[in-house]
């Protein structure tokens, strides 16, 4: 069977999807990626996996409809002349134009992997509301014909049906896009205050309350240590390179930048942090949690299903600063916790979000269980 999978960034087929591609191509299946602006290395860490890449154009961030129109084009062409038995699409802007090219083209079988509402699905200012009728919109004629959409958490799967965007028969759920344990190992805690974010710099991450919450800390403990990790976001919700370099200067976070391996990042921290205003299921959660990390994160869809209250951590109201200092604050007060909140974090790791359980349920859910 061909089977076709497009996401938007080369890396993430490989650090989000890379064990599910493996899997499909050892059932025998021909596998073609898709993703936008891979460099050489790229290309062959990709096809490493056992697959074709090919590149298409998209703009991930960008509301251009020009921009979009060349992609719903690329993908179009790509489709009619490879002729996939199925299709795999997942974030955004792949969903999309991948499902209106997979009705145009004929392919047989489309599936959507939802991995989280974006930008556009939240209220506020003209141009939210503005995105969020265009995107529901496209999104209800990609998906009219779809064999299945994959959900990560229940709350989108909910907005989804009561938009009218999907039918219920036709909604799945799976554990986010799971984590490699063999990989992510439990690592021991030490007694530092140090906590980390980690994330790309997008306002909806929570990242500006959490600078907020850290300067209300560092008030009463001045050697609570504040890391943040991810790379800068073209997004209209993107922070700027130069409002971070100023929180880091003023001793306020330390900033470390982006990386392609988180591993360090978690091990040199003990208290994982992600204030974020909405997810899919976040999958650096979930690489913490493997390692064995407390967990500090919001009451919302996605992030909510991490956490056992008091059990593997806690959630705070979103947007809440004062109440994220504070829980903050009971992390520092309170160490004794810190090694049972871990264990608790690695065992829902295991049991849960194991990336070969949640593949599973994903090759059996899209017809390809062994």
């Not at 919450?213 to 560092?218: L, M, N, Q």
């Not at 650096?284 to 008091?310: D, F, Q, S, Y």
């Not at 264990?343 to 994903?362: G, M, R, W």
Request: charged content about 20%; proline content about 4%.
């Amino acid at each position: 069977m061909k089977i076709i999978i497009i996401g938007a960034l080369p890396s993430s087929l490989v650090n989000f999807r890379g064990e599910f591609i493996k899997e499909m191509v050892a059932q025998g299946h021909t596998i073609i990626a898709l993703a936008s602006n891979a460099s050489e290395d790229d290309v062959l860490t990709i096809e490493s996996l056992g697959v074709t890449y090919l590149n298409y154009p998209v703009e991930r961030n960008s509301i251009n409809p020009l921009f979009d129109i060349k992609t719903l084009y690329y993908l179009y062409k790509i489709f009619k002349k490879e002729r996939p038995d199925k299709v795999i699409a997942y974030t955004i802007k792949p969903v999309v134009w991948g499902g209106l090219a997979a009705r145009f083209s004929g392919v047989p079988s489309f599936y959507a992997l939802v991995t989280g509402l974006g930008f556009a699905f939240q209220k506020g200012s003209f141009l939210k509301c503005f995105l969020m009728l265009a995107v529901k919109v496209l999104y209800r004629a990609a998906l009219k014909h779809s064999e299945c959409i994959i959900f990560q958490n229940k709350d989108n799967k909910q907005v989804f049906i009561e938009n009218n965007l999907v039918e219920s028969n036709c909604c799945y759920l799976v554990n986010g896009s799971g984590v490699d344990l063999s990989c992510f190992e439990k690592v021991e805690l030490t007694d530092e205050n140090s906590f980390l974010l980690i994330a790309r710099l997008l306002g909806d991450k929570g990242i500006r309350e959490y600078v907020q919450a850290a300067k209300i800390v560092r008030i009463k403990y001045p050697d609570a240590i504040f890391n943040i990790v991810g790379p800068v976001d073209p997004s209209p919700d993107g922070i700027s390179i130069e409002e971070v370099n100023t929180w880091h200067d003023d001793g306020a976070i330390t900033y470390h930048g982006g990386t392609d391996d988180v591993r360090p990042y978690i091990e040199q921290s003990n208290i994982f942090v992600l204030p974020s205003y909405h997810e899919g299921m976040p999958r650096t959660v979930l690489e913490a949690m493997a390692m064995g990390r407390p967990i500090l994160t919001t009451n919302v869809p996605g992030c909510k299903e991490t956490v056992v209250e008091g059990g593997n951590g806690w959630l705070v109201e979103k947007g809440n600063t004062v109440q994220l200092a504070e829980t903050i604050i009971w992390f520092i007060e309170n160490h004794a916790e810190w090694q049972k909140m871990g264990d608790i974090s690695h065992v829902i790791a295991t049991e849960k979000f194991d990336v070969h359980k949640v593949n599973i349920e994903l090759l059996k859910i899209i017809g390809l269980e062994k």
